[in-house]
């Protein structure tokens, strides 16, 4: 192992005493052999454990102690529910391509059916349009009869003609 990675464990177990009886033993082979990493350790030991040693213990307050009981209650219960959709996802085995293909085909359908009644919508205010239309060429045509009748005087356009 390189020294490097060495310090990395003193850093992370062995100041802690977090580390296994194995591991300790060679580590403690290798401080022997390796000034470099056991320099280390001494200012380590200054640096992090040291200061800490004659620190005066504060006691926090009973209201203090109720909200890391109860922080840690709703980390458990989020956990809990983790763990419930990762027994659920074990179950069910869905390939990323096979949802990506589901997805789109739920997109799909979407759209199809907001545009079949977006259309049947057009349609309908199409239909009324050109009724309302007719019914507006229907009352000209009705007016310029009935004006033409009271009043033979009256010469039609050529315009008029076409379309009467």
């Known amino acids: 192992m390189k020294c490097s990675e060495w310090q990395e464990i003193i850093l992370t177990d062995y100041l802690d005493d977090q580390m296994g009886k194995e591991q300790a033993v060679q580590l403690e082979e290798h401080l022997l052999a390796c000034h470099e990493c ?24 009973e209201r203090i ?4 009981k109860k922080a840690i209650g709703e980390e458990q219960e989020s956990e809990d529910f983790a763990s419930w959709w990762d027994r659920i996802k074990g179950f069910i085995f869905i390939p990323k391509p096979a949802m990506a ?13 907001t545009f079949e009644r977006y259309n049947q919508q057009f ?10 239309q007719i019914e507006d060429i229907t009352y000209v045509v009705e007016e310029l009869a009935s004006f033409s ?4 005087s009256y010469v039609l356009t050529g315009m008029e ?3 009467l």
């Open 149 to 152: 009748e009271e009043n033979n």
């Open 101 to 113: 293909f589901a997805t789109v085909v739920v997109v799909l359908l979407a759209a199809t059916f």
């Open 161 to 163: 003609e076409y379309f």
């Open 123 to 132: 349609q309908i205010s199409k239909r009324a349009v050109i009724q309302s």
């Open 38 to 61: 056991l320099e280390f350790v001494s200012i380590a030991r200054k640096a992090v454990i040291e200061p800490f040693e004659h620190a005066q213990k504060a006691e926090p307050s």
């Open 65 to 68: 102690w109720h909200n890391i």
